[in-house]
């Protein structure tokens, strides 16, 4: 398993990925005050829930933003020959909703969006997040558009490492965005983010409201 960052690194390597100048903003300072004392890296200026549709592993279009409405949502983007910050994430997240409250976990989707769509077939996506958790939900799309949703997100897009043959790996960023019933992301959790920090911080986020 790589060792993931610690929550000084985890803060800069946020502000980076997401094109910002700023770390964090505490809440004196104008920014949205944490409902609790949460875990996850806030980012200094919330991020609109992206407005996007792409198919789903049954082949259907899965509008996000409105098949999202009134749920905590955890985006990634990934893909299912990922070594390791994939499957780490998705086994972490999967293992903690299946032991909180179904009160709790029932109002939480996970989406994966793979980044690797020529390999990551529909079926091959299906089966991947099955082994983590059924309810999970996997997207693909043109790799055009998958770059076209993280832009928008000022997220880094995915690389390819041609150099690997048909087993080349993809770089690509390793946070999950969190959204909550607001539709606005406030936080991101980085790779290395602990079970017990998504288990103390997932029944917090359902029902957070951010002061403005």
Same mark, same amino acid.
């Given at each position: 398993?790589?060792?993931?960052?610690?929550?000084?690194?985890?803060?800069?390597?946020?502000?980076?990925?997401?094109?910002?100048?700023?770390?964090?903003?505490?809440?004196?300072?104008?920014?949205?005050?944490?409902?609790?004392?949460?875990?996850?890296?806030?980012?200094?200026?919330?991020?609109?829930?992206?407005?996007?549709?792409?198919?789903?592993?049954?082949?259907?279009?899965?509008?996000?933003?409105?098949?999202?409405?009134?749920?905590?949502?955890?985006?990634?983007?990934?893909?299912?020959?990922?070594?390791?910050?994939?499957?780490?994430?998705? %086994?972490?997240?999967? $293992?903690?909703?299946? *032991?909180?409250?179904?009160?709790?976990? =029932?109002? !939480?989707? #996970?989406?994966?969006?793979?980044?690797?769509?020529?390999?990551?077939?529909?079926?091959?996506?299906?089966?991947?997040?099955?082994?983590?958790?059924?309810?999970?939900?996997?997207?693909?799309?043109?790799?055009?558009?998958?770059?076209?949703?993280?832009?928008?997100?000022?997220?880094?897009?995915? %690389?390819?490492?041609? $150099?690997?043959?048909? *087993?080349?790996?993809?770089?690509?960023? =390793?946070? !999950?965005? #969190?959204?909550?019933?607001?539709?606005?992301?406030?936080?991101?959790?980085?790779?290395?983010?602990?079970?017990?920090?998504?288990?103390?911080?997932?029944?917090?986020?359902?029902?957070?409201?951010?002061?403005?």
């Amino acid at each position: 398993m790589t060792t993931g960052p610690t929550r000084e690194m985890a803060k800069v390597l946020t502000a980076g990925l997401f094109g910002l100048t700023s770390v964090l903003v505490s809440c004196g300072s104008g920014g949205a005050r944490r409902p609790g004392d949460l875990r996850g890296v806030e980012l200094p200026v919330a991020l609109d829930k992206v407005d996007f549709v792409l198919q789903d592993t049954e082949g259907k279009g899965f509008d996000f933003r409105s098949e999202t409405e009134g749920y905590l949502t955890l985006l990634f983007f990934g893909y299912t020959n990922c070594p390791d910050v994939c499957p780490v994430h998705m %086994a972490g997240i999967a $293992s903690v909703l299946r *032991n909180m409250e179904s009160s709790v976990a =029932s109002r !939480v989707k #996970v989406v994966m969006v793979t980044v690797d769509p020529d390999r990551d077939t529909p079926r091959r996506l299906r089966e991947w997040l099955d082994n983590f958790d059924t309810s999970f939900i996997g997207l693909r799309g043109d790799l055009s558009h998958v770059r076209e949703i993280m832009n928008a997100l000022n997220m880094a897009p995915p %690389a390819v490492d041609s $150099s690997q043959g048909t *087993n080349y790996l993809v770089g690509h960023p =390793s946070q !999950v965005i #969190v959204y909550t019933t607001d539709n606005r992301a406030h936080l991101v959790y980085p790779h290395g983010t602990r079970q017990r920090d998504w288990a103390h911080d997932i029944p917090m986020l359902v029902d957070a409201t951010w002061d403005s």
